[in-house]
């Protein structure tokens, strides 16, 4: 299992960024796809994830209406459109994926994932 994120840079406020997971490895057994994000000093966040068996999507309550997560199954590639981007959305953002459905509500709990790719520097000036 591969998960290699890329897409991150230097953006203005307000700005827009669209990073993509390329996902290897175990092409049609997915269970979820999630995007998390560490700023220094501060714990990993979860900030989307898209499930595979109906498409559902998650997202934190500071990113909703702003970013939105989808998928292109054929490749198979999660790709996050991030919109009016801020100065505190500045983060390494990581694409992860879990050996079984995330439980019930942990849809974007770090401990729920066990496949992770590097991350992808975005940084937001003001």
């Known amino acids: 299992v591969q998960l290699q994120a890329s897409g991150g840079g230097l953006v203005h406020a307000g700005g827009s960024l669209r990073l993509t997971c390329q996902v290897s490895?175990?092409?049609?057994?997915?269970?979820?796809i999630a995007w998390f994000r560490q700023a220094p000093g501060k714990e990993r966040e979860g900030v989307s994830c898209?499930?595979?068996?109906?498409?559902?999507?998650y997202y934190a309550d500071s990113v909703k209406g702003r970013f939105t997560i989808s998928r292109d199954n054929a490749k198979p590639t999660i790709y996050l459109q991030m919109n009016s981007l801020k100065p505190e959305d500045t983060a390494v953002y990581y694409c992860?994926?879990?050996?079984?459905?995330?439980?019930?509500?942990?849809?974007?709990?770090?401990?729920?994932?066990?496949?992770w790719g590097r991350g992808t520097q975005v940084t937001v000036s003001s």
């Open positions: 898209i499930m595979k068996n109906d498409g559902s999507t």
């Open positions: 992860a994926t879990p050996s079984g459905p995330p439980r019930w509500g942990r849809e974007l709990t770090s401990s729920e994932y066990n496949y």
């Open positions: 490895g175990f092409i049609l057994d997915y269970y979820a």
